[in-house]
């Protein structure tokens, strides 16, 4: 959700979301927007070695199941209505 970056925006800040002018607001939910799109890139396309083992196979697939829960919290975090307003975002 916005709220995890609207969180972040306050922390940083030490303002309070409504403090930010809407160019700001705006800018700010595009680049968190941007960035988890980038950390999911980053974990689809994350090449496993196998090796030449049953085990090494094993391994890889548990590694890429972890992947897998990992860029599903990553989508969690993005609303799927890309066109909120920042003041529909919480």
């Given at each position: 959700?916005?709220?995890?970056?609207?969180?972040?925006?306050?922390?940083?800040?030490?303002?309070?979301?409504?403090?930010?002018?809407?160019?700001?607001?705006?800018?700010?939910i595009?680049?968190?927007?941007?960035?988890?799109?980038?950390?999911?890139t980053?974990?689809?396309?994350?090449?496993?070695?196998?090796?030449?083992?049953?085990?090494g196979?094993?391994?890889?697939e548990?590694?890429?199941?972890?992947?897998?829960?990992?860029?599903?919290?990553?989508?969690?975090?993005?609303?799927?209505?890309?066109?909120?307003?920042?003041?529909?975002?919480?």
């Open positions: 959700m916005n709220g995890k970056a609207i969180d972040a925006y306050e922390a940083k800040y030490e303002k309070t979301w409504t403090e930010a002018p809407p160019h700001c607001q705006k800018m700010w595009e680049a968190w927007h941007a960035a988890i799109a980038q950390a999911i980053v974990v689809e396309t994350y090449r496993v070695s196998v090796g030449n083992s049953a085990a196979e094993m391994a890889a548990l590694t890429m199941e972890n992947l897998r829960e990992l860029r599903d919290e990553l989508r969690e975090m993005v609303p799927n209505a890309r066109g909120q307003t920042p003041s529909e975002a919480r």
